[in-house]
């Protein structure tokens, strides 16, 4: 099946600070995803996309699916964006997401 | 639509017990899953759905889990007899049409604790 690898593990940054979260993919894919899960464990969508590039407000992702990655991008990231970052794959013969391992992110005032 | 609704939102239970989780997809769509999430082994596919038949249940760690989709707005997974290491949060989600590449959402999840 598919792997999905996310970079980095851990992260921690201070108020303010601008990161950009990594997703690699081992095979072609016809959905990706971004969550949030918040410390109370919701998942929240964040994007959806299979290729391309979205932004939503301080958040904004790319996905260049000929070269099987996606990055997420935080800028002046806040306090409340702490919590695990997944991304979440499906394949062309498969109806599930395959998650990562996701990034555990601390924003610190 | 008021999303993915999981019922109840905590359990806690005795080991031998059996347990029941309720989930209602969001209206229309076509795919249900159900995941796991545990610290050792982060969000894992249990089974899924296809417009109420289940596709992949490879995912299902043993015979005590059986799930059932008896119509379009209800599943439920079911634990018979629960034990320790089944402690975990079990999230449902749903999706429209998954095979084209379309949008999964969760549910708020089930925090499962057997002692």
């Known amino acids: 099946g598919i792997q999905v690898e996310q970079s980095p593990p851990d992260l921690i940054l201070q108020e303010g600070a601008n990161s950009t979260l990594r997703c690699n993919f081992s095979?072609?894919?016809?959905?990706l995803q971004w969550f949030h899960q918040n410390p109370w464990g919701q998942l929240i969508n964040l994007f959806y996309?299979?290729?391309g590039t979205k932004q939503n407000g301080r958040l904004s992702a790319t996905t260049v699916a000929t070269e099987r990655y996606s990055l997420l991008y935080i800028s002046s990231s806040q306090t409340t964006d702490s919590g695990v970052y997944f991304c979440a794959v499906r394949g062309g013969s498969q109806g599930n997401l395959i998650f990562g391992k996701g990034t555990k992110l601390s924003v610190k005032p | 639509d008021a999303g993915v609704i999981q019922s109840p939102r905590h359990e806690v239970t005795e080991m031998g017990q059996e347990v029941t989780l309720r989930c209602k997809p969001i209206s229309g769509h076509d795919y249900l899953f159900w995941y796991r999430q545990t610290m050792m082994r982060g969000l894992e596919l249990l089974i899924y759905f296809n417009n109420n038949v289940p596709i992949d249940d490879s995912g299902m760690p043993e015979d005590r889990f059986s799930a059932k989709m008896p119509n379009a707005s209800f599943s439920t997974l079911k634990i018979q007899p629960s034990e320790p290491r089944d402690s975990a949060v079990y999230f449902c989600?749903?999706?429209?049409?998954?095979?084209?590449?379309?949008?999964?959402?969760f549910g708020q999840g089930t925090r499962l604790t057997v002692v």
């Open positions: 996309i299979p290729s």
């Open positions: 095979d072609s894919v016809n959905n």
């Open positions: 989600a749903s999706s429209l049409q998954g095979r084209a590449g379309t949008e999964a959402f």
